[in-house]
């Protein structure tokens, strides 16, 4: 006999219609969060400040009828710790900014809000969203690194505590901790989304990100971020026609079996009848890692000027990129702007009728340990590069640990991304 699922394992949708269909009910759903929280936080460790359970329902019973006829029904949402929440402390996984309290909402958060949305809490970021990992583990494995630097946010929506929660990234803080832990992970377009009232990393690479375990719930949350009805925006399925498909050898190094992985479902997607094409460059793309570093470091030495004044409360990696940042000509910085520009349009001139880039979304899966988050070398051309990137468990390896894979698009291609992921989460499933 197949027992029922239980209500905090359903997508954020699927909650939105049972409780519109009288199944559940928004505070039976909330209540299987808190238990799902209250039984496993004190391993996963995905939260840096969080609502307790009799807050949460006061403030959903405070403002019920607008809750109810609202879009999210006051279902629970989880926020990255460097964007700010006018009711919780923002901290950035930095002492330097402990008890930091900010007067006003991001403005990701002040929509969902809107949409009736309830804030239950702030995920662990690593420090200032860079490498110096926090206190979460690998909801899959704890004796692994959930990956960062959007580690809590992936965790907790990866081990149903909440449907949804908000990222960032950038280099690989949200497609990288996403494959480590089995959810989906979503980077739109550069420029695609507000990032007023996130803490800046570098501007020319920063984007946001969203975390699900299933793609109507990116889509969804799109909708809410571009003030756009559910029912104008392409939220169908759409099967791609071509497919270039990216080695994970052409960046950097990858595992065996993450290289397996892609060739399998390269294979499963001929079976489905669509043309895939393997991608064919030089170096291009692996000297994109290194642009992407050298546009990081610069302007993250400019961004963090102020916590530059407290040497001794960064960390040595922290350090010794703005270190990197500061002693840098100007022109490489700029050489390297050019760089990502210049690839972007050399990679899509490759195959003008391809849909999406199939890749590894990272090296393998999560490594053991909790003293580093992974290396971020699958994202770093992509975002450089501005592009919409989803991330999509399904793919695992002999041991049954995540083996994610990403889907890249051409800038500003984020609904149809979404719409070719929701085919492929067919596929994977």
């Given at each position: 006999?197949?027992?029922?699922?239980?209500?905090?394992?359903?997508?954020?949708?699927?909650?939105?219609?049972?409780?519109?269909?009288?199944?559940?009910?928004?505070?039976?759903?909330?209540?299987?969060?808190?238990?799902?929280?209250?039984?496993?936080?004190?391993?996963?460790?995905?939260?840096?400040?969080?609502?307790?359970?009799?807050?949460?329902?006061?403030?959903?019973?405070?403002?019920?009828?607008?809750?109810?006829?609202?879009?999210?029904?006051?279902?629970?949402?989880?926020?990255?710790?460097?964007?700010?929440?006018?009711?919780?402390?923002?901290?950035?996984?930095?002492?330097?900014?402990k008890g930091r309290q900010p007067i006003?909402?991001?403005?990701?958060?002040?929509?969902?809000?809107?949409?009736?949305?309830?804030?239950?809490?702030?995920?662990?970021?690593?420090?200032?969203?860079?490498?110096?990992?926090?206190?979460?583990?690998?909801?899959?494995?704890?004796?692994?690194?959930?990956?960062?630097?959007?580690?809590?946010?992936?965790?907790?929506?990866?081990?149903?505590?909440?449907?949804?929660?908000?990222?960032?990234?950038?280099?690989?803080?949200?497609?990288?901790?996403?494959?480590?832990?089995?959810?989906?992970?979503?980077?739109?377009?550069?420029?695609?989304?507000?990032?007023?009232?996130?803490?800046?990393?570098?501007?020319?690479?920063?984007?946001?990100?969203?975390?699900?375990?299933?793609?109507?719930?990116?889509?969804?949350?799109?909708?809410?971020?571009?003030?756009?009805?559910?029912?104008?925006?392409?939220?169908?399925?759409?099967?791609?026609?071509?497919?270039?498909?990216?080695?994970?050898?052409?960046?950097?190094?990858?595992?065996?079996?993450?290289?397996?992985?892609?060739?399998?479902?390269?294979?499963?997607?001929?079976?489905?009848?669509?043309?895939?094409?393997?991608?064919?460059?030089?170096?291009?793309?692996?000297?994109?890692?290194?642009?992407?570093?050298?546009?990081?470091?610069?302007?993250?030495?400019?961004?963090?000027?102020?916590?530059?004044?407290?040497?001794?409360?960064?960390?040595?990696?922290?350090?010794?990129?703005?270190?990197?940042?500061?002693?840098?000509k100007r022109a490489r910085y700029l050489?390297?702007?050019?760089?990502?520009?210049?690839?972007?349009?050399?990679?899509?001139?490759?195959?003008?009728?391809?849909?999406?880039?199939?890749?590894?979304?990272?090296?393998?899966?999560?490594?053991?340990?909790?003293?580093?988050?992974?290396?971020?070398?699958?994202?770093?051309?992509?975002?450089?590069?501005?592009l919409p990137v989803i991330t999509l468990?399904?793919?695992?390896?002999?041991?049954?640990?995540?083996?994610?894979?990403?889907?890249?698009?051409?800038?500003?291609?984020?609904?149809?991304?979404?719409?070719?992921?929701?085919?492929?989460?067919?596929?994977?499933?």
């Open positions: 006999m197949t027992l029922p699922l239980k209500p905090n394992t359903l997508s954020l949708s699927q909650m939105c219609r049972s409780i519109e269909k009288g199944e559940h009910t928004a505070e039976a759903i909330i209540n299987a969060c808190f238990d799902q929280i209250e039984a496993r936080e004190p391993d996963v460790r995905a939260w840096q400040y969080q609502l307790d359970r009799e807050a949460y329902l006061k403030q959903y019973r405070d403002n019920q009828s607008f809750y109810e006829s609202s879009l999210l029904k006051g279902l629970p949402v989880g926020i990255k710790d460097i964007i700010d929440t006018k009711n919780m402390p923002t901290e950035m996984g930095s002492s330097i900014h006003d909402d991001a403005t990701c958060v002040a929509l969902i809000r809107q949409a009736g949305g309830i804030i239950l809490g702030k995920t662990v970021t690593t420090e200032f969203a860079y490498f110096k990992p926090g206190k979460t583990c690998n909801p899959k494995d704890l004796a692994r690194t959930p990956g960062g630097s959007s580690s809590g946010s992936a965790a907790a929506v990866a081990d149903t505590m909440v449907p949804v929660a908000l990222g960032s990234q950038t280099a690989a803080s949200v497609i990288r901790p996403a494959a480590y832990c089995g959810s989906i992970g979503y980077v739109g377009s550069r420029g695609e989304y507000s990032l007023r009232g996130a803490q800046p990393l570098a501007q020319s690479l920063d984007s946001l990100g969203l975390f699900s375990r299933h793609v109507e719930d990116i889509q969804l949350l799109r909708s809410i971020l571009m003030r756009q009805n559910l029912s104008d925006a392409p939220n169908e399925s759409v099967k791609p026609l071509r497919v270039l498909v990216c080695q994970g050898a052409l960046i950097g190094d990858t595992s065996v079996e993450m290289a397996q992985a892609l060739s399998a479902l390269s294979d499963r997607l001929l079976n489905q009848g669509v043309d895939v094409v393997d991608l064919e460059a030089g170096g291009e793309l692996l000297e994109m890692v290194d642009h992407h570093g050298h546009i990081m470091a610069w302007e993250v030495c400019r961004n963090l000027a102020l916590e530059s004044n407290s040497p001794e409360m960064l960390s040595d990696p922290l350090s010794d990129l703005m270190e990197q940042g500061k002693s840098m050489g390297s702007l050019k760089a990502a520009e210049e690839t972007d349009k050399w990679l899509w001139s490759l195959c003008d009728d391809v849909d999406v880039v199939l890749a590894p979304a990272a090296a393998d899966i999560a490594p053991l340990g909790h003293d580093k988050t992974g290396s971020p070398h699958m994202s770093r051309p992509w975002q450089a590069m501005g468990p399904g793919m695992q390896n002999s041991a049954g640990l995540p083996l994610g894979v990403q889907l890249i698009a051409r800038h500003r291609d984020d609904d149809r991304l979404l719409q070719i992921a929701k085919w492929f989460e067919t596929v994977l499933a």
